[in-house]
């Protein structure tokens, strides 16, 4: 029976500490949404990311939302957003009534292309309709080409959001992820790297507009003794409870993104011996100076070039032997409810999709679960 046991794409690993910090909160009757572990919780946000402002949230999804917000997007106004990524980073442009405008990834890392932004932008400047804000994501862990995007951003003076959802502790040239945009945004999401079971977070290095995020994020009250609202909030912060495991989880983040990148090694190491042998299975290589978190281990395998495997073999496969594997995310301007809108596509995100497969990548994998996974691989790649 355990030999079957569900070996799951990346989930929950709680450490030691985070039952105390939750204690502490019960024993001090702290159980109220604010409190002593958000502050506590939003200071170790700021120390890791190394930005001066924090706010906790109750998800990544809300902190995408605010930093829209405080950034003026309103009805009819364009935002420029990375197309292959989880929904979550394009949704909340919709929430404000904007536009979403699809910009397909460069080869590299899976993200953004910058030169298909700067055209982008190009085009929009001719026509009057430049976006208030751009959001690229760093996929799986790895940094985008953040550098050059916030640059191009400069250049046309549109503020860059960083969705870093999946990239806490990632870097380039140890700035870290998060930290090189108006806004960074980060998920605890329970399939996240660490996590509060749900929350997030936004940071800056703008104290006003983290003041303002928090203001919003607790229904807009005013400073009066009765409730009086001159703008519309939000319920959207992190509960005091959650905020104490988060400050558990992110003690750990270290160990868990060294066991993810043991993770990457392992199945990098296996499938190089399968590429020696003929077949050609590729991975999210770092560029020089890029530390990736490997929150999850994908490869791409195109059948042309692998004895006409394909990546649906291998998920089915594995499926069999209750083990979850998932395709890449399907870009956004593949996606039903925004395949309509605007977008500026290369074909590497269709690609991305069409080949690529996110393997079982969670920080409490153990020996015997790679024994599984590997003998599953080993069938596939035997028959030929
Ligand atoms: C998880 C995720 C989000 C949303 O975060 P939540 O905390 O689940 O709302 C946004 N963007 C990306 C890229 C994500 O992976």
Redesign the pocket.
Known sequence: MKEKSKIWLSSPHIGENEIKYINSAFESNWIAPLGPNVDAFEYSIQQQVGVTHAAALS??????HLALILLDVKLNDYVFCQSM??S??ANPIIYQGAIPVFIDSEKDTWNMDPELLREALKEAKKNNKLPKAIIP?H?YGMPSKILEIVEIGNEYEVPVIE?S??SIGSYISNKQCGSFGKFG?L???G??IITTS???ALISADQNLIQKARFLATQARDPAPHYQHSQIGYNYRLSNILAGIGIGQLEVLNDRIKARRDNFKLYHKYFSEKNIKGFDIQFQEEPINYFSNRWLTCIIIDPITNAGITREDIRREMELENIETRPL?KPMHQQPIFKNLQKYINGVSDTLFEHGLCLPSGSNLVHSDFERIFNCLDRIFHKF
């Open positions: 998800s990544g999804t809300a902190a995408i990524t989880f979550a980073s994501v996929l969705d959802a999946e945004v998920s605890f999401n399939n996240k749900g929350g997030g995310w």
